[in-house]
């Protein structure tokens, strides 16, 4: 198995919604990370997970929040967002050693309303 | 100054050119380098990767290494309309902390 699967693909919420964005991967990774992409920009770096304990955090609001259960699971739980934050979050994860490349997800397409 | 630099293009070349791509990378310890390729609404894919100084070729990619100059480069020999995509420099920073990091991206036109 060497996919890195996302759920739900498409996500419309309203901004008093809570909701959460999930990613799996059995490839034995031990890093995981959340970016956010917005139309036309690159993959902006939010967390990342080693080991699964949090180990970057890039200044991210707090109504983003993530939660790593285990070494396969990632969860990323929003709460009260902003229709700024519509855009397509995406996941990866790669082998625990610096030396290695990402693999991605299909990501979700998240639009807030 | 940010961590990973590329020139946002857009770059267009004819059917059977070479393309060419640049990066460049703010973290000197930096030592291993990603170039992905996206197409608009879909995820980013690997094309190559690259640790050592001087170039790897794969098929008609070729990805170019120099540390000293903190430069990253990619070449697309016989460039197809297929390969209009948005390029991606990725670069695993060496904080230890396992960060990838992203240029802006190039996006490429190859026309027929």
């Known amino acids: 198995d060497t996919e890195v699967t996302q759920t739900p693909k498409h996500l419309v919420m309203g901004m008093t919604n809570k909701k959460s964005l999930k990613c799996e991967q059995h490839?034995?990774?031990?890093?995981m990370y959340w970016y956010k992409q917005k139309a036309k920009k690159p993959p902006e770096l939010m967390f990342v997970?080693?080991?699964?304990?949090?180990?970057i955090n890039e200044s991210v609001p707090s109504r983003f929040s993530p939660e790593c259960p285990n070494s396969s699971l990632l969860n990323l739980h929003l709460h009260a967002l902003q229709p700024e934050d519509s855009a397509l979050y995406l996941c990866?994860?790669?082998?625990?050693?610096?030396?290695?490349?990402?693999?991605f997800g299909q990501g979700t397409r998240l639009t807030v309303v | 100054q940010k961590e990973v630099e590329q020139n946002s293009g857009p770059l267009s070349v004819p059917e059977g050119a070479i393309a060419s791509l640049n990066c460049t990378y703010s973290?000197?310890?930096?030592?291993?380098f990603f170039w992905y390729r996206q197409y608009s609404g879909k995820s980013p894919e690997l094309i190559m990767f690259?640790?050592?100084?001087g170039d790897k070729e794969d098929g008609r990619f070729t990805a170019q290494l120099n540390k000293a100059s903190q430069y990253v480069s990619l070449l697309i020999r016989d460039s197809q309309p297929s390969d209009s995509a948005t390029y991606l420099c990725?670069?695993?920073?060496?904080?230890?902390?396992?960060?990838?990091?992203f240029g802006a991206g190039t996006r490429l036109f190859v026309k027929a």
């Open positions: 990866a994860s790669r082998p625990a050693d610096r030396d290695t490349e990402a693999f």
């Open positions: 490839m034995g990774h031990r890093a």
């Open positions: 997970y080693s080991y699964e304990k949090l180990s």
């Open positions: 973290d000197r310890g930096s030592q291993s």
């Open positions: 690259i640790y050592s100084n």
């Open positions: 990725a670069v695993n920073m060496d904080t230890g902390g396992f960060k990838t990091i």
